[in-house]
Every structure is written in C-alpha cells, then in structure tokens.
C-alpha cells in the first residue's frame, strides 16, 4: 500500500472514527483503525463490537492495500507533523512509514485479517431520513436517555416508524422526551428499535444540516448511512416502557415566557445546588414567576421574571438540570410551561415535541 494524503483531510477522518474505540480493549486489534486504500479514496474504520463507523477521504493512492494501526499513536503522529503532504507505505511484517519532506515515522500494525468484519446488510429495506430533520430530533431527546446500566432498555433511544410518521423517544425514569416527525416517504413496513445512546452520540457528531441519512434495518442491528460516513450499531433488546401512558392531557394551566430569559435565571439558581440539594424553588403568580434556591452552609437566590399566566398561584420543585438540558436546545424565543400542581409533572409541548420532567419535594 502506498498513498499520499492531505495532512488536515486525514486527521478529519482519523478523528471521525476513533471516538468509538476503547482506550482499554480487551483485543488490541480493538485499539487499531483499519485503513484501506481503494482506487482513489482511503477507507478508515473502527469498532469496540458494539458499534462500527467507517468514513471514506479522498486520497492519491498509488498502490492499493490495508493495514491496521493503532488509532491514539495514529492520531499523534498525523496531528505533530510538520507538513500539508503526508505519504504512508506498509513494507513487510506490517512495518508502516509515515513520512513527510523532513521529517519520517516507522510504526508497527496488525495485519487487515485480524480485524473484525463488519456485519454486511444487503438486501435490506432503507428508509430516507433528512440528515437535518434526525439531527434536531436527537438534539432535544438524546440528553434525557437514562445512565443507569441496571435499566438496559433506557440506555438508548426509541426509533418507531409508522407509515410515513418518525418518532423518537426517551426517558430516564425522571423525565421523558418524545420527538415526532412526518417523513416524505412511506416505509413498507413498521418499525421500532431502541439504538445505544453511543450510537447516537456518533450519529449526532457527523449528521449534517443537508442531505439525506439511509436507515437499514438487520437482524438485531441498524446501518445509518451518511454519505461518506457510516454507522453501524447493535440493538437494545427488549420491550420499551409504554411511554404514551405517561403523557398527561394539555393542561391550561400554562405560563408563557421567555426561553432565554426563563434559562439564564435558572442556571444562575443552579449555582447554588448541591448534590444533597438539588431542586430549584419556582412559584407562580399573576403575571409573574419568582425563581429562588436556598441551600444550607451554602447561600440563597431569588430572581424575578416577567410571564403570562393567569391561573392559580403554586410553588414547585425541579432538578435545574433537567429544565437546563432542553431549555439550551430548543430553538423559538417563547415557550409555555404547563403546571397543575407540586406533585404533577412540568411539561413543555412544541411543534411534535414533548417534554415532561417529574417535580422535585422542597425541603
């Protein structure tokens, strides 16, 4: 093999596939991206056995081949050479030169037959999305995804797919986010998968604001097929809760305000919580909502905002991170806040999208 590449374009794709390794493989074939020189585009891809990306870079390739090197000494050398121009060669027993005008590398790989194949998916139904639709979609249901490995099912996303309707789903246990969207085709068939939220932290990272994702669905895995970037990912196995039961009907008790506004004055209140006290304190009157944390040894807030709201005055408790999570990510300048009482849930509802947070006890 025997190619030379623009330094920035390799670096670009080196980085587009190396978050998903492990820095601790248990194979240290899994610590390697495999490289691939075709006709005139070079290859990279990585796994941990979970998920698989592989990205495609233009390159002048002068002798076809592969090889695998280990992504982190990889991604050093490239990023600390001194020029534009880089030429790689693989001579015998999997020795590898990097070199550039003034300066040259020797670095040991693995040989391309011990890397694990990626599962191939042909044959299969692929369903359109637009890349820009998916991307704002994952945005503003991706942070709810619950942590908690002892709750498998929750640590991913909900993907259902039902006539020409996308709906992405996902909760924690403690708040709930649901996203639904028209979609120009019609899939042949209903789907619903529940995709890690690794995999989704990689779709979200190289999906762009034009063109088109392809969705193919396999036994027990997806392929997402950017264009020059695809990802492949096993599945979460196993039923999703019945999140439709937990929607409470639109309430009219409803406290219009300034998103950005209403997000400021919240993180300043979350600079006084502790872990041991978390919940922010918002009390709602006439046309006005009081935002205050009081925080033993710690300190206290109180800030005042302008609202619309003409229904019955009530004080309740919500973790500030949860209210911190979707107010960044939703893009209008106004929002109405549902309320009906301290122990029922806060919700938000715009355009197909839902989110509900559970309140907080005032202590």
């Given at each position: 093999m025997k190619l030379k590449v623009d330094k920035s374009i390799l670096l670009g794709g080196i980085q587009t596939v190396q978050n998903v390794i492990i820095t601790k493989a248990t194979l240290p074939i899994l610590s390697n991206i495999l490289i691939e020189a075709q006709s005139s585009s070079l290859r990279l891809?990585?796994?941990?056995?979970?998920?698989?990306?592989?990205?495609?870079?233009?390159?002048?390739?002068?002798?076809?081949?592969?090889?695998?090197?280990?992504?982190?000494?990889?991604?050093?050398?490239?990023?600390?050479l001194p020029a534009d121009s880089v030429t790689i060669t693989t001579k015998k027993n999997n020795q590898v030169n990097i070199e550039t005008d003034l300066c040259q590398f020797k670095i040991m790989g693995l040989a391309k037959e011990e890397f694990p194949k990626l599962p191939e998916f042909k044959d299969k139904e692929v369903i359109k999305l637009?890349?820009?639709?998916?991307?704002?979609?994952?945005?503003?249901?991706?942070?709810?995804?619950?942590?908690?490995?002892?709750?498998?099912?929750?640590?991913?996303?909900?993907?259902?797919?039902?006539?020409?309707?996308?709906?992405?789903?996902?909760?924690?246990?403690k708040r709930l986010a649901i996203m639904e969207k028209k979609l120009n085709s019609n899939p042949e068939r209903d789907i619903s998968i529940i995709v890690p939220v690794k995999t989704i932290h990689e779709l979200n990272r190289n999906l762009k604001e034009s063109g088109e994702v392809s969705l193919v669905l396999g036994s027990n895995q997806v392929l997402f097929d950017l264009g020059?970037?695809?990802?492949?990912?096993?599945?979460?196995?196993?039923?999703?809760?019945?999140?439709?039961?937990?929607?409470?009907?639109?309430?009219?008790?409803?406290?219009r305000l300034n998103k950005e506004q209403f997000l400021l004055a919240v993180k300043r209140a979350a600079l006084l919580s502790t872990p041991d006290y978390q919940a922010v304190k918002f009390e709602v009157f006439k046309n006005k909502l009081v935002v205050s944390k009081s925080t033993p040894d710690v300190g206290e807030s109180r800030e005042e905002l302008a609202v619309v709201y003409q229904g019955k005055e009530l004080a309740i408790g919500f973790n500030p991170s949860y209210l911190i999570d979707v107010l960044k990510n939703l893009n209008v300048e106004e929002i109405d806040l549902e309320l009906t009482d301290a122990e029922k849930p806060g919700v938000i509802r715009i355009n197909g999208y839902v989110y509900i947070v559970l309140p907080m006890r005032l202590s």
């Open positions: 891809t990585a796994t941990d056995l979970d998920i698989g990306i592989s990205c495609v870079i233009p390159v002048d390739v002068q002798e076809q081949g592969a090889i695998t090197l280990p992504a982190k000494r990889f991604s050093d050398i490239i990023k600390e637009d890349q820009a639709l998916l991307k704002g979609a994952l945005t503003l249901t991706s942070f709810s995804v619950s942590i908690d490995e002892s709750r498998y099912i929750l640590n991913g996303i909900l993907f259902k797919v039902n006539k020409n309707n996308l709906t992405l789903v996902a909760t924690d246990g020059s970037v695809i990802v492949i990912s096993r599945l979460i196995e196993g039923e999703f809760p019945d999140y439709k039961q937990v929607i409470p009907v639109a309430s009219e008790n409803k406290v």
